[in-house]
């Protein structure tokens, strides 16, 4: 069986027979396959494949997005009007408006830039107006304090301003002094409470002072002070709107409160 094959490859392809003309000349047959002419068979497909040229194995890193959305006022040179947003629009809705069109033109990275940009220029501008009104309020009431007259300038020097936590912590605990004042109202007065306060205010007033002689006296007279304001505007007060329950002496009891407050906390 082999022999025979061998016996068939090895004998001699038949010449070739001319059957016909075509437009690009004769074609020839050998053994039952066609040959085309030369200028045919030179004939090459070629085929450009540069389609996926600049992609990567991560992915379509290659290809542009060519065709992402174009804000168009982003050559806009007034933040405000750039964002859609008024003057006097809040930082909360200043910031949605960002966060709205960042995400509507996302791709397009000068459309992005500009929304950015429009952002932090109305956010800096606000910060400096700000500090600027600030500073200026500041100024002006120096200068005021500066200007006026000597008794008022000795009158101010016994008072300071402490920080915000100090400022916090008394408030929150002539806050409690007077809730609890106002829960045991039906019970009984506020005797008890307002001796926790006066002890308090005289104890916030020597820390300061150094001088405890010093610190009961204006303790005690800040109470009284307090109390005595106290018995005058309460009167003044519609009855409708002061609660059954509470008694005058409870009334004039939380405007001391208010009094032992302050002055333990922005005496000097």
């Known amino acids: 069986m082999q022999a025979t094959a061998a016996s068939f490859l090895a004998r001699p392809l038949p010449p070739p027979r001319r059957i016909g003309r075509s437009a690009y ?16 068979r030179a004939v090459r497909c070629s085929m450009s494949l540069s389609i996926g040229a600049g992609s990567s194995d991560t992915g379509d890193s290659g290809f542009s997005y060519q065709y992402a959305p174009v804000f168009r006022r982003y050559r806009e040179r007034d933040p405000y009007k750039l964002l859609g947003v008024d003057r006097d629009a809040s930082e909360e ?5 960002k966060d709205f069109l960042v995400q509507q033109y996302a791709g397009h990275e000068a459309s992005e ?3 950015e940009g429009a952002y932090e220029k109305i956010i800096m501008k606000s910060y400096q107006y700000r500090k600027k009104t600030k500073i200026n309020l500041k100024t002006k009431l120096l200068k005021r304090v500066e200007e006026s007259p000597s008794w ?23 806050a409690f002094i007077a809730g609890w004042s106002i829960a045991t109202s039906a019970e009984n007065g506020p005797a008890f409470q307002l001796a926790i306060s006066l002890f308090s205010c005289i104890y916030f007033l020597n820390d ?18 307090g109390w005595i304001v106290g018995s005058m505007l309460v009167p003044l007060i519609p009855t409708f709107i002061i609660p059954p329950t509470w008694s005058l002496e409870l009334l004039t009891s939380l405007v001391a409160y208010v ?3 302050l002055g333990s906390t922005y005496l000097k």
Do not use: C, Q, W
């Open 152 to 174: 008022v300038k000795a009158f101010l020097g016994y008072f300071e301003v402490p920080s915000m936590d100090i400022i916090s912590k008394r408030l929150f605990f002539f």
């Open 208 to 225: 300061k002072m150094k001088n405890l002689l010093r610190a009961s006296t204006t303790g005690f007279g800040v109470l009284v002070g």
């Open 25 to 40: 000349g004769s074609v020839a047959v050998h053994g039952g396959i066609s040959l085309l002419p030369p200028r045919l």
């Open 93 to 97: 809705e200043i910031r949605s408006a």
């Open 113 to 115: 830039e500009a929304i």
């Open 259 to 261: 009094f032992l407050f």
